[in-house]
């Protein structure tokens, strides 16, 4: 049974509908906005959070997208209100966008609390925007729906088809070997990115956006529309007039949001192929509901649900592939004996009745179950005396021969030393050693950036090696690929045993047995922990300290230790 408020019982009423001074004083504000009252009153506000700035390139079309957003919530009878927020640009923020994660969900949570909002859109995709908007929207608990900016054209170079992120890895690796020249390169600047849109690939953005489509937050099959597609802006204005509708409803995030739907999300990027990143935002979005999604569900699930979605950077094709072979609900389609399909979702449909009718259009995109890209999914959790608190191995897109390996440890203290180091002539490295990096973690990065793809030395490149075992308590961009284990908590910054390797130091990884070892007996461990000195903070004064203060470990999602959950903030007096 569907519930339906009453004008007088709209939030935004408190701010137009009362008689009182402060009341009387937004009707005039609004008339200053240039509206008569017959134009608004009585009607749902629907605010746009809209992450458009002019250096966030996948974001670029968002500033007409609101526009569209707009129509449709004047169509269904609301009145929309553009509300920009921060930009989270993957490509230009430094030192790293999750450094702002959480100022963008603080934001989100602030501005639909403070404001007269009686429902939210949430325009994002470009990687972090989307856990950032969904977990300040969860926080605030009041309707939102989330407006996925959509994947941007194929990449392309003189003819071959190209992915973000893992095509210029590639290419980049090319030119140090000394593969390809300038020319190339210069196309390839040209041709990488085509048009609006987040990346193509299986990455960040596409993993995330696909899921707050499980989760119930955007309407069916919005998440794999390319950004420049008619369909793209038709689906803004069917957000627009859903989020109207939802206001009447008073559909909150704490209605969809349930432990089913966390774990829906989890079977649909494990059946994606999605990021490594999903794993640290889906279990802070998870706790800002309150509900305990671990390491180990990611895990479990991983066990059992097969990759079938061929894309890269673990398979070929790229998102407007995977839009034209059906979408998501076509991939959902083929594991609903893993899904719950009796949960609510944004659309006022239950999540099972979305996908009920969908169909694959291409095999060879979205794999049969019979014959899956991988048939165990694409994350592994590792522990051992050198992950106590985990790991993360995302070994679908790793060389097979390294998923069980034993080398020496050639040790790197941040990225800088990285960098300097790497390719020296007397660097004694071989195919066979473990790169492993440090000081990259949450609050020694600071902000865990996306180093976790350490590069090979262009000796081994030459070579023609192109994966070795790396290791660090940094992210990985989700357009990464190889033996990179990531996100090792807890970090070394703090503590965490990665602090106390040294060169030559025996580590093993043992994807299989989900172990990851360091072979040092444990008095000499305990040696060089009395010995150990915890890095200063680089933070004196403002964001960066708080961020420093309050940052949880990778293992908890990297959200700061006083945002989880929701409510506590009480309702802004406005009589
Ligand atoms: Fe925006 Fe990749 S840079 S999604
Ligand atoms: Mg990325």
């Given at each position: 049974m569907e519930r339906r408020l009453a004008p007088e019982q709209l939030r935004s009423h408190r701010w137009y509908g009362t008689e009182t001074v402060r009341s009387f004083n937004h009707r005039a504000r609004t008339r200053q906005l240039g509206l008569s009252a017959e134009e608004h009153m009585g009607k749902p506000v629907i605010g746009i959070l809209n992450t458009w700035n002019e250096l966030n390139p996948c974001h670029i079309h968002f500033r007409e997208r609101a526009e569209d957003v707009k129509r449709g919530v004047w169509q269904a009878g609301g009145y929309p209100v553009e509300l920009p927020v921060i930009s989270l640009s993957e490509s230009f923020q430094k030192p790293t966008t999750m450094l702002y994660r959480n100022l963008l969900a603080m934001e989100t949570e602030?501005?639909?609390r403070s404001y007269p909002v009686?429902?939210?859109?949430?325009m994002g995709g470009c990687d972090k925007t989307t856990p950032a908007l969904l977990m300040g929207a969860i926080s605030m608990d009041l309707p939102a729906i989330f407006l996925p900016c959509g994947p941007m054209l194929p990449g392309n170079l003189r003819g071959e088809?190209?992915?973000?992120?893992t095509d210029v890895w590639r290419y980049w690796a090319d030119k140090r070997a000394g593969l390809v020249g300038e020319p190339v390169m210069r196309d390839l600047e040209e041709g990488i990115a085509r048009s609006p849109g987040h990346c193509m690939t299986m990455g960040t953005a596409s993993t995330m956006t696909s899921a707050a489509e499980v989760l119930g937050m955007t309407l069916t099959g919005a998440a794999a529309i390319p950004a420049v597609s008619s369909a793209h802006t038709r689906m803004a204005a069917a957000t627009g007039r859903r989020a109207v509708d939802m206001a009447w409803e008073d559909l909150r995030p704490s209605h969809i949001l349930t432990a089913e739907a966390f774990a829906d999300a989890v079977t649909a990027v494990l059946a994606l192929g999605g990021s490594t990143n999903a794993v640290i935002h889906l279990i802070a979005m998870a706790r800002r509901r309150g509900i305990d999604l671990t390491l180990d569900d990611f895990d479990a699930a991983s066990r059992k649900v097969p990759v079938l979605a061929d894309l890269r950077p673990s398979g070929t094709y790229?998102?407007?592939?995977f839009y034209l072979a059906g979408g998501l609900p076509a991939l959902l389609s083929r594991v609903t004996d893993l899904l719950h399909p009796d949960r609510p979702t944004v659309t006022g449909r239950s999540f099972g009745e979305g996908i009920a009718d969908a169909q694959v259009y291409d095999d060879k995109v979205i794999r049969p179950r019979e014959d899956p890209l991988s048939q165990e999914g694409g994350l592994a959790v590792l522990r051992g005396n050198l992950a106590p608190d985990g790991a993360v191995?995302?070994?679908?897109?790793?060389?097979p021969w390294l998923l069980r390996h034993t080398g020496p440890a050639l040790?790197?203290?941040g990225h800088r030393d990285l960098m300097r180091r790497i390719n020296d002539e007397d660097l004694p490295v071989t195919p066979d050693s473990v790169l492993v990096l440090r000081g990259a973690g949450p609050r020694g990065g600071p902000g865990m950036p996306e180093q976790g793809m350490l590069p090979l030395p262009d000796r081994i490149l030459k070579a023609g090696v192109r994966d070795m075992v790396r290791i660090s308590d940094a992210r990985m961009s989700g357009t990464s690929y190889g033996a990179c284990v990531l996100h090792v908590a807890p970090e070394s910054h703090v503590g965490g045993p990665l602090a106390l390797v040294r060169d030559g130091d025996l580590i093993t990884l043992d994807v299989e047995a989900r172990l990851l070892t360091l072979d040092?007996?444990?008095?000499?461990?305990?040696?060089r922990r009395a010995e150990w000195k915890q890095p200063g903070t680089v933070f004196r004064r403002g964001y960066g300290s708080l961020f420093d203060a309050h940052i949880l470990q990778a293992d908890q999602g990297c959200d700061f230790d006083f945002l989880a959950g929701s409510g506590g903030a009480p309702e802004p007096d406005t009589e």
């Open positions: 602030e501005m639909i009686d429902a939210a859109v949430l088809v190209l992915g973000s992120g790229l998102m407007e592939d191995i995302k070994h679908v897109a790793a060389e040790v790197f203290d040092v007996p444990e008095e000499e461990l305990a040696r």
